[in-house]
């Protein structure tokens, strides 16, 4: 198979010339907008793997504050996170060892939540229980999860911030 590239006409010069440009300037464009399009695809890849709401309850805020948690996750500590929300009944999936989950069942009040190994030794099993205790389970009977399920990322952002400044001054 042979590729042809098109010969470019024109009756002088210089419109062979602007007739050239013209067609290098229409592959840029279908270029960057290939780029373009790919970034957004995998960007609703991202947000789709991070967040799974059967209850259709979280805002589009809230879905984005998430997928930041997400992505800062991943960038500075190289852990994945999963939340899923569910209307009723769950069954936690597989997860790898970086992969940081939250499991929400407000219409049942469950909740589950899983730390890869590292940061679970990092965080602490009182800090971890603590987020169940203090923040989630509390909100299910009030009905303002979501913006528990926020201060609960919040706060694991703080805690490994603090543990990172921590190592750094020692």
């Known amino acids: ?23 290098f300037l229409v592959f840029a464009v279908v270029i960057w907008a290939f780029m373009k399009n ?29 997928v930041s948690f997400t992505q800062s996750l991943r960038d500075q500590w190289g852990m994945d996170c999963k939340i899923q929300i569910y209307g009723g009944d769950f069954v936690v999936p597989e997860l790898d060892d970086k992969t940081m989950y939250m499991g929400l069942a407000p219409a049942i009040d469950v909740v589950e939540l899983r730390f890869p190994p590292l940061m679970r030794t990092a965080l602490g099993p009182e800090f971890i229980d603590s987020l169940k205790t203090a923040f989630l389970l509390p909100s ?12 609960v990322l ?17």
């Not at 009756?11 to 007739?19: F, G, N, V, W, Y």
């Not at 919040?154 to 020692?170: C, G, P």
């Open 1 to 23: 198979m042979r590729i042809t590239i098109p010969r470019v006409h024109g009756s002088t010069p210089r419109e062979k010339l602007i007739r050239s440009l013209a067609l």
């Open 38 to 66: 790919n970034e957004h695809v995998v960007e609703v890849l991202n947000q789709r793997s991070a967040i799974y709401d059967e209850t259709r309850t979280l805002t589009k805020d809230q879905k984005n504050m998430i």
């Open 140 to 151: 299910f009977k009030e009905g303002d999860w979501p913006m528990a399920i926020q201060e």
């Open 154 to 170: 919040v706060e694991i952002l703080k805690k490994l911030d603090s543990l990172n400044k921590e190592n750094k001054s020692e």
